[in-house]
């Protein structure tokens, strides 16, 4: 009798752009797809590849080159440069890989590629598979950018008020920062702006986000994308619904674990002001002393995280002077957040961190640095009720008293218990966009089924 065949798991190759806030992700993403029978091939540059720590072993890892393999821009490099090589030997180099897969037998059917990376879509049609993808912010700012490239929105920006179909109005200081750096630098700007430079091309297009946290936008844009997906937050499942009890990491980082929770578990339910700006936000001297100052002068306990070549602006014996807070190098956020004992966030409200929050329902304080920090920041305090963003004096400036201010709003007055209830709204909604029969959940399985058709 003739054995039946085995059906053949569609694989995806995954590419994420080389930083934190781009592979955290879209590895998630690739976790849940493996869950679902998918194939993945999760890869990097080969200069970011050895942070790639605890990956799944089901999910296998490649790298390619973005033509600086032993460190990204070094300096006095342009990052036109670096956008330019990268598309070059990145396209390159992405070609080799799939060819070399192929002769081996491992063919790829699909290329979900980071959208900072339009440059893979036209490998992944060269070689005829599908191409997805992948936006990493949230649809307020990709469609900011989306109309300059329509050139519906110029630089600089010629109104004081910014209208763009279903959104909320937005003045300058609601705006990306590179609007305001394009004169000295355009590169950046003009990188964002080019991942939709051949997006409508793209067989899908998916967001980490959840339908509901954007219905009118998302609506707008599956008009004009009928593709369009939103398939998050992409964030380890047990955080949202204690499934998956392996799944508690993005498994990409490589520092040790800490006592933060340890130290967390001794304090009161909602008396612990957490803050921490992320990877990147580098604050001046002024900044951080006027940071420290607060905290300490507040009544609560803190636990902030100051990275290690951060730890030079604080005041002098700092660390060893505080009696009511923690500061250490680095912490599991996610695990910090969940903890009862956080009552406030203070953060730089990167796309990830905000969606964490959104996630595990704690109210925020916000301290833009750049990108779209001041976006999320507009749209957590003034759309989605769950923050205050930190007034700035002419220097740029948050100064202590306006801190201390916005801390007593969240953990003391009416607002802060509004902000409270709004974002337990919030985390429930989440759940439920991510359970059976939710947006996010029918969403994924959509695209999972089309994989194993097409």
């Avoid at 869950?35 to 080969?46: A, E, S, Y």
């Avoid at 990147?280 to 002393?289: N, R, Y």
């Avoid at 730890?311 to 060893?320: G, M, S």
């Avoid at 912490?331 to 406030?344: T, Y």
Wanted: some cysteine; hydrophobic content about 35%; aromatic content about 12%.
């Amino acid at each position: 009798m003739e054995k039946k065949s085995i059906a053949r798991k569609p694989h995806c190759l995954v590419l994420p752009f080389q930083s934190q806030g781009h592979v955290n992700p879209m590895l998630q993403f690739s976790k849940l797809l493996d869950r679902h029978g998918v194939k993945i091939t999760l890869v990097t540059t080969r200069s970011y590849y050895h942070n790639l720590q605890n990956v799944p072993p089901s999910i296998a890892t490649e790298s390619i080159s973005d033509g600086f393999d032993k460190g990204w821009i070094s300096e006095g490099e342009s990052f036109k440069a670096y956008s330019d090589k990268l598309w070059q030997v990145g396209s390159q180099t992405l070609a080799d890989l799939i060819e070399k897969l192929d002769k081996l037998g491992d063919h790829v059917d699909c290329v979900i590629y980071d959208s900072f990376f339009p440059w893979a879509l036209d490998v992944a049609k060269r070689f005829g598979i599908v191409g997805v993808a992948y936006l990493t912010q949230n649809m307020t700012v990709n469609s900011i950018y989306y109309h300059v490239h329509l050139g519906k929105l110029q630089v600089p920006l010629k109104e004081s008020e910014i209208s763009l179909p279903n959104l909320p109005t937005l003045q300058h200081e609601d705006m990306p920062s590179f609007f305001f750096t394009y004169k000295e630098d355009p590169s950046l700007f003009d990188f964002f702006v080019a991942q939709f430079s051949n997006i409508d091309k793209a067989d899908w297009i998916l967001c980490n986000i959840f339908y509901e946290l954007d219905k009118e936008i998302v609506d707008w844009f599956m008009e004009i994308w009928p593709k369009f997906r939103s398939v998050g937050p992409s964030i380890p499942f047990f955080f949202l619904d204690k499934q998956y009890e392996d799944d508690q990491d993005y498994g990409i980082t490589n520092f040790k674990r800490d006592k933060c929770i340890e130290w967390l578990d001794d304090k009161p339910k909602g008396s612990v002001i957490y803050v921490s700006f992320g990877s990147i936000a580098s604050f001046s001297e002024e900044q951080m002393h006027e940071l420290a100052c607060c905290l300490t002068e507040c009544t609560y306990h803190f636990l902030w995280v100051v990275r290690g070549n951060e730890e030079t602006k604080l005041p002098k014996d700092f660390k060893k002077r505080i009696e009511n807070g923690l500061v250490v190098t680095w912490c599991f956020q996610l695990k910090v957040l969940a903890h009862e004992a956080i009552g406030c966030f203070v953060t730089h409200y990167g796309w990830n961190s905000t969606l964490e929050t959104l996630c595990l329902g704690v109210p925020t304080i916000g301290i833009p640095y750049w990108s779209d920090q001041s976006t999320n920041a507009k749209l957590m305090t003034n759309v989605w009720k769950i923050g205050l963003k930190a007034p700035i004096d002419d220097n740029k400036i948050v100064r202590r008293e306006d801190l201390k201010h916005c801390i007593k709003e969240i953990m003391e007055n009416e607002k802060g218990k509004e902000m409270k209830s709004n974002a337990i709204q919030w985390k429930t909604s989440i759940l439920k966009a991510i359970s059976n029969g939710g947006s996010s959940h029918n969403n994924i399985l959509e695209f999972r089924n089309s994989l194993f058709h097409s």
